[in-house]
């Protein structure tokens, strides 16, 4: 399997920017850390390995980044505002220097990707799609994490609003002709969570109702209570979304 790696600075965020990638032909998957993993937290758990079929057969190639974002969310301790703040900042990054790496690296302007994640992943994974349904057609959701405001003293605050696509989609829905909503509507987002230990299938099943709400294709797969909050139900989920959609 090819590995490839970058590194560089980048005034979007606290610290460097840096990359990994895993394959040689495909369509490019984002696969986004759990938290605030680095770039190489899917190899280490083997999420990567999970998706070895589909890479050694030239059908993805996994791309990952540092989740410098959700640091600051799990702190705790930021204001919304904070929050809000590095979350635009990691979403520009994402945007405007991983995906123009990616498609260059693939050797096309006009590729469309994948992004996928569990946990904060999750949330990252739908929030890229959601923000740029002319660059990713799929999201894939595992066990997500969709209201990050409940890791702060202060909850939930408005400011969080457009960082957020729980809170968001649903105004976007109701733009009517807006070419952002028209663009996600011809998308896909892929939603699963088990119900075992730690799990919480209510943060998969309030996004998919606000998917709902804005008339965003949607699909939710719940998995049942032998499926815990962890590494072995990813690597058993991500292969057969990411295989169906590549």
């Known amino acids: 399997m090819q590995r490839e790696s970058w590194t560089w600075n980048s005034t979007r965020l606290a610290g460097p920017a840096r990359v990994v990638r895993w394959g040689h032909f495909g369509t490019p998957v984002v696969l986004f850390p759990s938290a605030g993993g680095d770039c190489e937290e899917v190899e280490r758990f083997q999420l990567v390995a999970a998706l070895h079929e589909l890479i050694d057969a030239g059908r993805i190639k996994v791309f990952s980044v540092d989740g410098i974002a959700a640091r600051t969310w799990l702190r705790g301790t930021s204001s919304p505002e904070e929050c809000a703040r590095v979350q635009a900042a990691f979403n520009a990054f994402i945007d405007a220097e991983l995906v123009p790496l990616i498609r260059r690296d693939c050797q096309s302007d006009t590729l ?17 799609l959601c923000r740029l349904p ?113």
């Open 112 to 128: 469309e990707l994948i992004a996928a994640g569990a946990a904060l992943g999750a949330y990252n994974a739908v929030a890229a």
């Open 134 to 246: 002319s660059v990713f057609r799929v999201a894939v959701g595992l066990s997500g994490v969709y209201d990050l405001s409940k890791y702060l003293m202060s909850g939930f605050a408005p400011v969080l609003a457009p960082v957020s696509p729980l809170h968001s989609v649903a105004a976007l829905g109701q733009s009517g002709s807006d070419a952002q909503a028209n663009a996600l509507r011809k998308r896909f987002v892929l939603l699963a969570s088990g119900g075992g230990d730690y799990e919480t299938p209510a943060e998969s099943q309030r996004m998919a109702a606000a998917l709902d709400a804005g008339r965003f294709g949607n699909r939710l797969e719940l998995w049942g209570s032998n499926f815990a909050h962890s590494w072995n139900t990813w690597r058993e989920m991500l292969p057969r979304y990411v295989g169906a959609h590549a």
